[in-house]
């Protein structure tokens, strides 16, 4: 049966950030292949009138956007609220005409807050999907916590990226029966192993030097000041080694000054950030991925790397443990400067087998995971004629 369904997240491709969240672009994309799928983008405000404007090709999906605007700073609790009258505001005829026959809500807090609220006064079951920060932080804070519980426990389905956040969803009241684990995919044909020499010489680096890799956000909560302080002391054992960060964010100026202040800065490059079909060669040329966070679902950057045959150092956050083993990686506790520095020095002397990597990572299918996600919203799809308005008297 082919459904007609309705995403609304923050986490997708916009004209004002393309490279936004290609994990949910690649699973909306292919789900797109068997499904009507209309997808409505929050866009912040703060970025639709600071950014500039950039084309956005994206295939099998009916696209478009409104303006989240909120109170900056303050009110954060208010925000589901904002979020929800921003949609109304915008998006009012587009959403009565409409009719989907489900919704899938990706990520908790203010998106599925707010569209748990429209789909009971719809009528339309709804999924949401939990991604990590959503119920790792968010939901720890007290006011947003009864918001997030409010629309999991009305979804339809709950789909987490990773077992930790499916635990975390049913003790905020998930039907446990209605809570799916489904990990990310891979593009086989994007993230595979090669040899290294050939992907440095594509990308103009040194095939004599060991390169670390970080690919991210530059932001504190991904870890990447931490990476910055543990490099004097990978240095100090690996000299050969050069830093490769891969992204942007706020902390790009204070990575920078670290750098320079470490006394590092001629073996850190920050490159910005880097189309997600381009990314397998810059994994295929390093010796090792770092991804330091401090809270996670199961970070798709972790996924390619394997798929490429490289290496990973990581946190044991989220569901991180539950992709990575031994002979893939080392993961080291979260905020533990020491640890991470004697992790990196380990994993860099150390002979990794590449193959057994790639083929661990190679059951993280995309094709698996959308027939997966497909039968959630067909199931949900069902009950639609059972969906009433629990606040209605």
């Not at 478009?64 to 605007?69: A, R």
């Not at 009305?154 to 009241?173: M, R």
């Not at 880097?274 to 950057?301: K, M, Q, T, Y």
């Not at 002979?351 to 057994?356: I, T, V």
Request: net charge positive; with cysteine; proline share 6%.
């Amino acid at each position: 049966m082919r459904l007609k369904i309705l995403v609304l997240t923050n986490l997708f491709p916009t004209p004002w950030d393309p490279l936004r969240s290609a994990f949910n672009r690649q699973q909306f994309e292919r789900l797109g292949k068997h499904h009507d799928v209309d997808v409505l983008t929050a866009v912040d405000f703060r970025e639709r009138f600071t950014r500039e404007r950039s084309p956005l090709r994206l295939s099998d999906l009916r696209t478009d956007h409104f303006i989240f605007f909120y109170p900056p700073l303050i009110g954060r609790s208010l925000h589901g609220v904002c979020w929800l009258l921003s949609l109304l505001a915008q998006k009012f005829r587009r959403l009565r005409h409409a009719n989907p026959d489900c919704m899938l809500v990706s990520w908790a807090y203010p998106d599925a807050a707010a569209a748990s609220w429209l789909a009971r006064r719809l009528g339309v079951p709804y999924v949401v999907k939990v991604h990590g920060t959503d119920l790792n932080v968010k939901a720890e804070q007290a006011l947003l916590r009864p918001q997030i519980r409010y629309a999991l426990q009305g979804a339809q389905a709950v789909v987490a990226v990773s077992q930790a956040l499916a635990d975390k969803a049913v003790a905020l009241g998930a039907e446990p029966s209605r809570v799916h684990v489904l990990y990310n995919g891979v593009e086989q044909n994007l993230f595979s192993p090669g040899p290294r020499s050939e992907a440095r010489e594509r990308l103009k680096l040194p095939q004599n030097e060991r390169l670390l890799l970080y690919v991210g956000n530059l932001k504190d909560s991904k870890g990447c000041l931490d990476l910055i302080e543990t490099f004097p002391h990978v240095l100090s054992t690996r000299p050969d080694t050069r830093l490769l960060f891969i992204g942007t964010g706020p902390c790009k100026d204070a990575l920078l000054q670290r750098a320079a202040a470490l006394g590092c800065a001629d073996r850190v490059q920050l490159l910005g950030a880097i189309e997600h079909f381009a990314l397998g060669d810059w994994f295929r040329a390093a010796d090792l991925l770092c991804l330091p966070s401090h809270n996670e679902g199961v970070p798709n950057v972790v996924l390619e790397a394997m798929a490429c045959g490289t290496p990973v150092v990581a946190t044991r956050v989220g569901g991180i443990p539950e992709v990575l083993p031994d002979h893939a990686g080392i993961l080291v506790p979260v905020r533990d400067r020491v640890a991470l520095r004697s992790a990196l020095v380990a994993a860099l002397a150390e002979s990794w087998d590449a193959e057994r990597i790639a083929a661990h990572a190679s059951r993280f299918r995309w094709d698996e995971n959308i027939r997966q996600l497909g039968g959630i919203l067909q199931a949900a799809a069902m009950t639609r004629a059972d969906v009433v308005d629990y606040s209605s008297p």
